[in-house]
């Protein structure tokens, strides 16, 4: 009987890669954190982290249900919940909206700018899976979409969007970018039989590879930037200096013509970066 009871949320949990939110959540709380230069409210923690959820949920819900097709035919993504019947459309339906309704339910209980704004994360949500469809810029659309986390917890708690605030989301936007150039080298093959757009598949290996050391080499020096508009001290900038330490043994482990340690480098170690990155900002508001 408890088996069964927790079957559903097992694999609503595996679906959205619910252990995936570590790359997102610290990246939220930095924004928050960064905007108060201090340690935020309870409450606007909470929310800020109830609305992450939500949202993600949506988004990786969202994007399994439009692409299951595309997962079925696809060896590296023919099991999952959809392509292999654990989970049918209606039920991953009937999530995307209970995933909406708390983002939504969080998204009001915060600064009322963001009763405005929530309609360009969902838009994003949507667009997202529909672009690889016609054109390798989804891969930028992606990272824009992440970078939406530490701008809407800045914007949540302050009411207003401040250069910073624009500069730490293009950070974040032009990490994850990054991050999926090289995450489309697992489906190279694959999209290519199928029409499917990636820098990969369409302008060739060492091109990601290049796109995606440009796009970390832009993250750092948006940080340097987001540090130099704000009061922030020796703990932000070595922080800075450990996630430019960190994407660059990233891009030692794997080249153009090895990609064996990818999972380890743009998994494992992207976890680290957030992580890392939120624990030295942590400090500098604290100390």
Known sequence: MTEA????PRL???LVKIEHTIFALPFAYIGAFLAVDGVPSAHDLFWIT???VGARSLAMALN?????RIDARNPRTEGREIPRGALTPPQVVLFCVLSLAVFLIAVFQLAPIVHWLWPIPVAGFVLYPYLKRWSPLSHFWLGAVDGLAPLG???AIMN???WEAWTLGGAVALWVTGFDLLYALFDLDVDRAQGLHSVPARYGVPAAFWGARTCHALTVLLLVLTGLG?????FYWTGV???AALLGYEHSLVSPRDWKRLDMAFFTMNGVISVTFFLFVLLDVLV
């Open 5 to 8: 009871a927790l079957r559903y």
């Open 12 to 14: 609503f949990a595996s």
């Open 50 to 52: 109830v609305a992450m």
């Open 64 to 68: 399994r249900l439009i692409d299951a």
């Open 153 to 155: 917890a800045w914007a």
């Open 160 to 162: 207003t969007l401040p």
């Open 230 to 234: 704000l009061p922030v001290g020796a």
């Open 241 to 243: 200096a450990a996630v």
